[in-house]
C-alpha cells in the first residue's frame, strides 16, 4: 500500500471519529430529549415489567415507574385535580416526590403552587428533601381555559424544566396536554399527555 | 399646517414597528436572517422586556416549520398549512430564553415563548395592531429567578 494511501485512511478515520465525539458531546450538552406517553399509549403500558437493569443503581429506571400502576393513577389523579382548580378558576401546578423502596412505591405530599394570574406564568418549588427514599419528582402543567385568548404556552418541560436542579438528580415527569402549543380559552377537554425528562434513573454518589 | 402634517408623520413612523408585510421566501438568505433576527428582537423588547438584553445569542431553526394546531377557533385553524421560522433568543449570562415565530409569507410575527414556555400569540390580535395600540405592563412577561418549571 502506498504511503499517500494510508495517510488518506488515517486521515478519513481522524475526521470521522472526531466527527462522532462531537456529536456524542453537543447531545449531552442539549439532553432536551423527552419521551411522550400519551394516555392510550400508557394505558398498553399499564403492568409492564420495565427494565431490571441499572448495575449497582438501586433506584428504578424512567419506564420502570411510568410503567407502574399505582404511580400513574397518582399522577393521573394530580392532573385532574390540576384541571378542575384551572376551571373552577384557581390556576396553579401541583407536584410531588415519589418514593421508591424495595419495589413499593409511595409518595410525599402534593404540594400546589402559588395561585397564577390571568396573564402569569403559573410554577411550582418543591421544597428540598435528603430522604434517600425519594426516586423521581412530578409535576403538572396548567391549562389556559380561563385566560385570554392571546396566551399561548408550548407543552411539555420547559427550558426551565430541563434545567432544574431535580432534573440533574433524578427522573422527572411532567403531565401536561398531549398537542400544543396551547392557546388561552382552549377546549377543556383536550387531551393530556406524560412527559420524561431528567436523569435516567436517581443519580447515586459515593457517600450515598 | 405644514408643521401639523408632519409632526403626524413623525408619530406614525414612531408608532410603527420593524415588521413590515414581506414575504420572506423571495428575500435572500442573509437579508432574510438579518430581518428575522431584528424583529425577533424587537419582538422580545416589547413583549419580555426582562428577556432582552443587546448582546442576545440569537439562532434560526434551520428548516421553515409548517404551522398546525388541533385548536378548532377560527383565528387559529386559519393559520393552518402556513409556514414560519423560529428565532431563538438566548441570554449568555442566564437561562433567560426566547423563541420567536413569524410568517414566511408576511415577515409578521406569529407568536413568542419565553423560557418557562408561556408567551403569546398574534392570531387574535395581530403585533402590528397591539404596538400600535401599545402593549401594556401585565401583557408583557417577566422573569422570577426562583421559578422552576
Redesign the interface.
Given at each position: 500500500m502506498k504511503f499517500s494511501n494510508l495517510c488518506g485512511i488515517f486521515a478519513t478515520l481522524f475526521v470521522t471519529t472526531t466527527m462522532v465525539l462531537l456529536a456524542s458531546c453537543s447531545q449531552d450538552d442539549d439532553n432536551y430529549d423527552s419521551d411522550m406517553y400519551t394516555l392510550a399509549e400508557m394505558g398498553t403500558r399499564l403492568g409492564g415489567g420495565g427494565d431490571p437493569g441499572g448495575g449497582t443503581n438501586p433506584y428504578p429506571s424512567k419506564s420502570e415507574i411510568s410503567n407502574n400502576p399505582d404511580v400513574l393513577a397518582k399522577m393521573l389523579k394530580v392532573w385532574n385535580q390540576t384541571i378542575a382548580s384551572a376551571e373552577a378558576g384557581v390556576r396553579c401546578?401541583f407536584g410531588f416526590y415519589i418514593k421508591y423502596n424495595q419495589g413499593v412505591y409511595t409518595f410525599g405530599d402534593v404540594f400546589s403552587g402559588e395561585p397564577a394570574?390571568h396573564?402569569e406564568?403559573a410554577?411550582?418549588?418543591?421544597p428540598g428533601t435528603n430522604d434517600p427514599a425519594v426516586c423521581a419528582v412530578f409535576?403538572t402543567?396548567t391549562s389556559l381555559i380561563n385566560c385570554d385568548?392571546?396566551?399561548?404556552?408550548?407543552?411539555g418541560?420547559?427550558?426551565?424544566?430541563y434545567?432544574?436542579n431535580?432534573a440533574s438528580l433524578m427522573p422527572c415527569f411532567?403531565y401536561d396536554y398531549q398537542?400544543g402549543?396551547?392557546?388561552g380559552?382552549?377546549?377543556p377537554d383536550?387531551p393530556g399527555a406524560l412527559y420524561s425528562y431528567g436523569q435516567e434513573r436517581r443519580v447515586v454518589y459515593s457517600n450515598n | 399646517m405644514k408643521s401639523v402634517f408632519l409632526s403626524v408623520l413623525l408619530a406614525v413612523c414612531c408608532i410603527s414597528s420593524y415588521a413590515q408585510s414581506q414575504d420572506l421566501s423571495t428575500m435572500k438568505p442573509a437579508k432574510r436572517d438579518t430581518y428575522l433576527i431584528k424583529l425577533a428582537k424587537e419582538v422580545v423588547k416589547n413583549f419580555g422586556p426582562d428577556y432582552y438584553q443587546k448582546d442576545l445569542e440569537s439562532s434560526i431553526f434551520p428548516t421553515v416549520k409548517v404551522y398546525n394546531s388541533n385548536d378548532k377557533r377560527s383565528s387559529i385553524q386559519k393559520n393552518v398549512g402556513r409556514r414560519y421560522y423560529v428565532v431563538t433568543l438566548e441570554d449568555k449570562h442566564s437561562d433567560k430564553s426566547s423563541e420567536v415565530l413569524i410568517w414566511e409569507d408576511n415577515g409578521e410575527p406569529a407568536a413568542i415563548h419565553f423560557s418557562h414556555s408561556l408567551g403569546r400569540n398574534f392570531y387574535f390580535r395581530s403585533y402590528k395592531q397591539w404596538i400600535k395600540e401599545g402593549v401594556k405592563d401585565d401583557e408583557k412577561a417577566y422573569y422570577d429567578p426562583n421559578a422552576d418549571g
Open positions: 401546578e394570574g396573564n406564568h410554577h411550582i418549588t418543591l409535576h402543567h385568548s392571546t396566551m399561548e404556552r408550548n407543552v418541560p420547559s427550558r426551565i424544566d434545567r432544574s431535580h411532567v398537542s402549543p396551547i392557546m380559552g382552549q377546549a383536550s | -
